[in-house]
């Protein structure tokens, strides 16, 4: 007798929220255009069982300072617009980023220290350099977060940004400039689904709409920890699914920060013959962290590597291809 | 997919007879499903509930071995759909596609690479799996050649490539001691292919059109024909398609217990892939989602680490971190005035610190603390890797009668636990080392 096989489609009952990123003129900002991320109602790309109305999207990191840690390879790749926030935003878009992430990184207390002040006229000077919508993160310093973030929040005003990163130890303040001048927030949490969900509790308590947030799961690269960031994102998509709504934030993984730790894409004195050419295996690693996660769930990649961006742009096309 | 309790009673005689030594036959039932007693004690089974039972104990997903020599591919037999339910238990096999349209010293030079090709990480043996000869030539002696080729340069498990029956079966000749997987059998070669492939005992893949019906038809056709061991190819390309049929497989086994279906897939990542980094990022989902074979045309070590590395990440029990034993680990031969240096039994973490203050070429003591196998800033925010537990590792590994310094090096990360450790361990002086493991060998180059 004939085999009939029925499709297995899951009937799943919640969605993910829709977040719009950025605001054009129409909406009080300058942006040339928005970014919207979220709203699938099925696992990443099972387009046979519901739908992923928006791709993945790409945010470029963009830092205040000359990135003299970064690997040679990014150095090269980039050239002299690294020693301008401004002009290495321009040459971002150009190369079809769909965000900016600017990073604050010289209000760093171990490099540079900068405060308020000039936090303001990077966030000012970038907003004008590029159309695109912007995230921006501090230095990752709690206190220095708070200092440059606020002023961030008040010099782009109307622009609907999104503040990075909000953890638990600091996210009131960042949270109200966010409140204050229409801003979104990324919420970020050590690769664990209770943790993510009670930041998130913690957030919307504080009456920020939830189609403000994001979420940040923390990422491992390939080979560190990977498998757990992993891991974490198929749980929490699974439980944003099946309708826990304090998991329904779209996404956001910072895999070339991670990435570009990596000793495979740092150096390439000493290391294995085996281990391949560096410029190949690291661009490779970065794709594949990449592609990885935005196949466990990640709405917006934040990448370093300009062959990454053309690489992991085409990837999206074909995985949002049915 | 096995059998509940309940199922299994109504299975049963029902006689509640007591000889399995139950007290009735729905305890003895319960036993059973627990797995905590054997169907044989019950004398009264019938010839049916024994067929039947057996079924359902076959695991939903047939394990199909291919294997050459001592070297063995294993896949198939998983149990869920995502890794954090239990895990991942057989790694897709990573083979190297050679046509037989290539000249034969490069079939070789490929086959040879294919062979030593390993690298060592997180002090695991990573490597390819084999060679998958395709007859792109269309040529039947052509295609034995080849294979007798790949045969001379290596002893590799091989996948077999061609819709051509009779050019299948003079190849499995020249691939004799070895027991490849034999591809494809299709709506229109099946019935001579299947009967090559049994005869040969070798594995079979099927390979469809991309409806999953036909495949399933295809399969039980094969089946029927005396061939067990099937491997799916359902015949769609391209990352949307792949990811959607992969996915559909996996939960029709594992949730439907469809039989017909109940087998590991290959995959040809290169197939569609417009550059070597495209059918990197094929293959990458391929390793996360499910493939049980996966064929690579452009396997050049700049991908394949990174791929080996993605299949040992996905691969990792998620239920315990790959750890190493505490202790006290001599490095380039130390003595006693070399440096002391502190870490985490996270197999990760001391690999890279182990890795380089050995490729430093400075002799160093690298003490592993217990840190229930977590990296050094996992462990220090979950109080497993802190002044206390750091200073009864080093009392406890008798250093100090080795070494002539009472200088401690802990990683730049938890710089501030310098203070604390101090106090637990007087008489010491507690130096913070970088933060990077890469940066080891400049500090142990200036280190007094
Ligand atoms: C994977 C991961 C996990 C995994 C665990 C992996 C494991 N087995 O350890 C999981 C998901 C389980 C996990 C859990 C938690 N995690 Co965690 N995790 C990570 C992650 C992503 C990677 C860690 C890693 O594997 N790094 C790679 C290894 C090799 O690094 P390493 O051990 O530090 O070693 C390097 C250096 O330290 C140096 N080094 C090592 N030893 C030595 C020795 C000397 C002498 C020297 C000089 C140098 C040196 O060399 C290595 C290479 O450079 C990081 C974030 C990140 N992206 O780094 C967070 C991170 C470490 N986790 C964090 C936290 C808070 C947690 C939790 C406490 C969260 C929670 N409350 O549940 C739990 C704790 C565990 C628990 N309670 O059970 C925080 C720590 C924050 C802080 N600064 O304190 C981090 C930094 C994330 C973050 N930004 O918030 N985590
Ligand atoms: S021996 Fe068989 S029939 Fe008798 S009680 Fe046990 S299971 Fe029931």
């Given at each position: 007798m004939p085999v009939t096989v029925n499709i297995p489609r899951e009937k799943w009952t919640g969605a993910i929220r829709e977040i719009t990123i950025g605001a054009t003129s129409a909406e009080g900002g300058t942006r040339s255009r928005r970014v919207t991320v979220g709203g699938e109602t099925t696992l990443p790309f099972l387009h046979f069982e519901g739908q992923i109305p928006h791709p993945p999207v790409i945010a470029v990191e963009v830092q205040d300072r000359y990135p003299q840690d970064w690997s040679p390879l990014l150095l090269e790749a980039w050239g002299d617009v690294l020693q301008s926030p401004t002009a290495w935003a321009q040459k971002a878009e150009a190369l079809g980023a769909d965000l900016i992430a600017l990073?604050?990184?010289?209000?760093?207390p171990d490099g540079g220290n900068t405060g308020a002040a000039e936090a303001r006229e990077t966030v000012q000077s970038v907003l004008k350099a590029t159309g695109l919508p912007l995230i921006v993160y501090g230095p990752g310093q709690a206190e220095k977060d708070n200092e440059v973030l606020v002023a961030a929040a008040e010099v782009a005003k109307g622009e609907r940004i999104a503040l990075g990163n909000c953890e638990d130890k600091n996210y009131r303040t960042i949270v109200a400039a966010a409140l204050a001048h229409g801003h979104l927030v990324i919420a970020r949490s050590p690769i664990d689904v209770n943790l993510a969900k009670q930041l998130n509790i913690l957030i919307s308590d504080?009456?920020?709409?939830?189609?403000r947030v994001l979420m940040d799961p923390t990422t491992g690269a390939l080979g560190y920890g990977l498998e757990y960031t992993y891991s974490v994102m198929e749980r929490l998509r699974l439980a944003a699914l099946t309708g826990d709504s304090m998991t329904q934030q779209p996404m956001i993984c910072t895999v070339g920060e991670e990435a570009w730790r990596a000793k495979e894409t740092k150096v390439n004195v000493g290391v294995p013959e085996a281990w391949g050419d560096w410029r190949e295996r690291s661009v490779n690693w970065e794709v594949l962290t990449a592609t990885t996660l935005i196949e466990a769930g990640a709405d917006i990649v934040v990448l370093r590597h300009p062959e990454s961006i053309a690489l992991v742009r085409a990837a999206i096309d074909r995985l949002m291809t049915a | 997919m096995a059998l509940t309790g309940l199922e299994i009673y109504k299975l049963?005689?029902?006689?509640?007879?007591?000889?399995?030594?139950?007290?009735t036959c729905l305890a003895f039932a319960m036993k059973l499903a627990a797995k905590q007693a054997e169907l044989s004690a019950c004398p009264d089974v019938s010839e049916e509930t024994k067929a039947k039972l057996a079924a359902a104990a076959q695991p939903p997903i047939r394990l199909i071995t291919v294997s050459a020599g001592s070297k063995k591919v294993e896949v198939g037999n998983e149990t869920v759909l995502f890794r954090h339910e239990k895990t991942f238990y057989h790694p897709p096999g990573l083979f190297v596609r050679v046509r037989d349209t290539q000249p034969e010293e490069e079939v070789k030079a490929i086959a040879a690479q294919v062979a030593s090709y390993g690298v060592e990480r997180v002090g695991m043996h990573l490597g390819l799996d084999g060679v998958a000869v395709e007859n792109a030539s269309g040529k039947a002696d052509s295609f034995a050649a080849c294979v007798a080729a790949v045969r001379s340069a290596a002893d590799l498990p091989l996948i077999l490539m061609s819709e051509d029956p009779g050019a299948m079966a003079a190849a499995l000749e020249k691939a004799g001691g070895t027991m490849p997987l034999v591809y494809a059998a299709t709506e229109a070669n099946w019935k001579d292919m299947a009967a090559v492939a049994a005869r040969a005992k070798a594995p079979l893949a099927v390979r469809g059109t991309g409806d999953l019906s036909a495949l399933a038809n295809l399969a039980e056709s094969v089946k029927g024909a005396g061939v067990e061991d099937i491997v799916l190819d359902p015949g769609v390309r391209g990352l949307a398609a792949s990811l959607a049929v992969s996915t559909q497989l996996r939960r029709l086994a594992l949730k439907q217990n469809l039989r017909a279906l109940g087998y590991p897939t290959i995959v040809f990542a290169g197939d569609g892939a417009e550059s070597a980094a495209e059918e990197t990022i094929a293959a990458g989902q391929a390793i996360a989602k499910y493939a049980g074979f996966i064929v690579l045309d452009h396997a050049t070590p700049a991908s394949v680490y990174p791929l080996l590395t993605l299949r040992q990440n996905i691969y990792t029990d998620p239920q315990k971190p790959i750890q190493v034993s505490p202790g006290l680990y001599e490095i380039n031969s130390p003595q006693p005035a070399s440096p002391l240096l502190v870490t985490t039994n996270f197999s990760l973490t001391y690999f890279s610190v182990a890795g380089e203050v050995e490729g430093s070429g400075f002799p160093a003591w690298l003490l592993i603390c217990d840190a229930e196998g977590m990296s050094v800033l996992t462990a220090w925010a979950a109080g497993k890797f802190d002044a206390e537990r750091i200073s009864k590792a080093v009392k406890g590994s008798g250093i100090a009668d080795k070494i002539n310094h009472r200088k401690l090096v802990i990683p730049g990360f938890v710089a501030t636990l310098s203070g604390e450790l101090e106090e637990e361990l007087p008489g010491w002086e507690i130096r913070v080392g970088p933060r990077e493991a890469i940066d080891i060998p400049a500090y142990l180059k200036v280190w007094q």
């Open positions: 990073s604050l990184k010289s209000a760093s504080m009456r920020l709409e939830m189609d | 049963l005689p029902r006689t509640n007879c007591k000889k399995c030594g139950q007290p």
